[in-house]
C-alpha cells in the first residue's frame, strides 16, 4: 500500500475511471470534475492517493486560498474504498495533505465533516483539528 | 455608497491602510494578508468593496477552488464597518460575490458563521444559504 501525491504526470485514463466509479458509488448525482481539471493549477491543490498495486483504494484531496485572514486550506473528497477501511489510510492520507500544508507554509487546514460520521471526527481530533462554534451554510448553484 | 469588485489596480496604499484597520479593529491578533498577496492569483478570489466616498465601509470576499466534487466558492472576511451596519450593505457585497458565482459558473458557494451571528445568518438564508448538518474542523498551523 502506497500514498503518493497526485500530478498531472500521473493521470490516466485507468486512474481517472477508478476514481469516477468510487464517487459514483458514494453519491450518484454527484457532478464531478476531472483530475486534468482539478489539477489544471496545481499550485492550488494537493491531491493524496493511496494504491493497493495499481489500484486506487483511498483518496483526499486539499485546495488552497488566499484571503485577507490567512493562506488556508480546505480539505475535500476523503474517502477510503469500504473494503480498505480500519487500516488507517485515512490517517496517512490526512497526514500527507498536513505535511503538504506545512510545505505550504498555510495558516490553518479545515474541515467540514457531518456530524453523524464519528470516526472520522475521531481521526480529524486526533490530528489537531478542533471543533469550531460555527455552522456551514451552501448555497447550491446548479 | 458603491459596491466595486477590486483588482490589482485599483490596489492603493491608502486602500491597503484602511483594510489593515478594519480587520485589525475586529481581531487584533489576526494574522492579515495584504490586498497584492491575495489577488496574485486573480482567477481564484473575487474581492466586493463598499466605498463612501473614497472610504472603505464594508468588504466581503470568495475564493474559488476546484475538488472533485466541484468547483466552489468559499465567502470569507465579511465585514461592514459599524456605523454603517444596518443600511443592507452586507446584502450587496454578497449579491456582488454571487454574481461572481454565477459568472464564474460555480456548482456552489459556501460559507460559515458563528452560531451566535444571528443577523448575518438571517442575511445568508434569505440568500438561499441553507444550514448544513456538519461541524466546522479547523487546525491552525500558525
Avoid: W
Avoid at 502506497?2 to 459514483?24: F, V
Avoid at 486539499?62 to 488556508?72: E, L, T
Avoid at 470516526?119 to 455552522?135: M, Q
Wanted: proline share 1%; with cysteine.
Amino acid at each position: 500500500m502506497e500514498i503518493e501525491l497526485l500530478n498531472n504526470k500521473k493521470i490516466s485514463y485507468k486512474l481517472q475511471q477508478q476514481l469516477t466509479m468510487l464517487y459514483k458509488e458514494l453519491n450518484a448525482e454527484l457532478r464531478q470534475l476531472s483530475l486534468e481539471e482539478i489539477l489544471q493549477e496545481p499550485e492550488g491543490i494537493d491531491i493524496a492517493c493511496c494504491f493497493d498495486n495499481d489500484q486506487v483504494v483511498g483518496i483526499a484531496m486539499m485546495a488552497n486560498y488566499k484571503v485577507i485572514s490567512g493562506h488556508k486550506g480546505m480539505v475535500e473528497d476523503v474517502v477510503v474504498f469500504e473494503k480498505y477501511r480500519g487500516q488507517g489510510l485515512g490517517r496517512k492520507l490526512m497526514e500527507k495533505l498536513l505535511n503538504c500544508a506545512i510545505e505550504r507554509k498555510l495558516d490553518e487546514v479545515l474541515l467540514f465533516s457531518g456530524h453523524h460520521r464519528t470516526t472520522a471526527i475521531n481521526l480529524y481530533k486526533s490530528l489537531g483539528f478542533k471543533l469550531k462554534n460555527s455552522g456551514l451554510y451552501v448555497k447550491k448553484l446548479v
